[in-house]
T-cell receptor, first 112, second 114 residues
Framework: DQQVKQNSPSLSVQEGRISILNCDYT??????FLWYKKYPAEGPTFLIS?????DKNEDGRFTVFLNKSAKHLSLHIVPSQPGDSAVYFC???????????FGKGTTLSVSS | DTEVTQTPKHLVMGMTNKKSLKCEQH?????MYWYKQKAKKPPELMFV???????INESVPSRFSPECPNSSLLNLHLHALQPEDSALYLC?????????????FGPGTRLTVT
């Protein structure tokens, strides 16, 4: 049973607009959530994270929102750029130094 | 330096071969990980090493044998693999701290077992 779900396999957005990637989880023991970006033939690259005690974390164009009651998080990219085109993985963990549980990923395509 | 390197990038091996995957990081991280990613699936944890000692083995078959010879290196020894073991093998590292959740990944080794 998938503990981390990314229900949209793909998302297409125009350059300059907002990209919103969504992620749902089922395990209430998750303590920390992360977003990774992956280009073809490369490993996942850490993007941004959020602790379960917060509801928002911002880093430049990237903002992650966490709604614990809904077991939902989202990644907002504003403004979107063609270089943002990649696969985005949502991940979660119950404890540092243990497994990251990944979603299946969402492929973002940003057109100019 | 935030890089994790992995060699080789690609590996094709027969079911009777013995081969090794290598991973190296120079970030001073004392936790290192092996993940396996099958096509169109998310990465799944195989092993964790903390301070060069195996701390987590996710019930991985014994044909996969990890080794951490020092704080910068992590190996995965492969022997008598099956075709279904074909996958992308990712190495990652992280600090060891209660708040250090971020893991940094290498580019992976694409393994094909024939």
């Amino acid at each position: 049973d998938q503990q981390v779900k990314q229900n949209s396999p793909s998302l297409s957005v125009q350059e300059g607009r907002i990209s919103i990637l969504n992620c749902d989880y089922t395990n209430s023991m998750f303590d920390y959530f992360l977003w990774y970006k992956k280009y073809p033939a490369e490993g996942p690259t850490f993007l941004i994270s959020i602790s379960s005690i917060k509801d928002k974390n911002e880093d430049g164009r990237f903002t992650v929102f966490l709604n614990k009651s809904a077991k939902h998080l989202s990644l907002h990219i504003v403004p979107s750029q063609p270089g943002d085109s990649a696969v985005y993985f949502c991940a979660a963990s119950v404890q540092a130094g243990t497994a990251l549980i990944f979603g299946k990923g969402t492929t973002l395509s940003v057109s100019s | 330096d935030t890089e994790v390197t992995q060699t080789p990038k690609h590996l094709v091996m027969g079911m009777t071969n013995k081969k090794s995957l290598k991973c190296e990081q120079h970030m001073g991280h004392r936790a290192m990980y092996w993940y396996k990613q099958k096509a169109k699936k998310p990465p799944e944890l195989m092993f964790v090493y903390s301070y060069e000692k195996l701390s987590i083995n996710e019930s991985v078959p014994s044909r996969f044998s990890p080794e951490c010879p020092n704080s910068s290196l992590l190996n995965l020894h492969l022997h008598a693999l099956q075709p279904e073991d074909s996958a992308l093998y990712l190495c990652a590292s992280s600090q060891i701290r209660d708040t250090a959740y971020e893991q940094y990944f290498g580019p992976g080794t694409r393994l094909t077992v024939t």
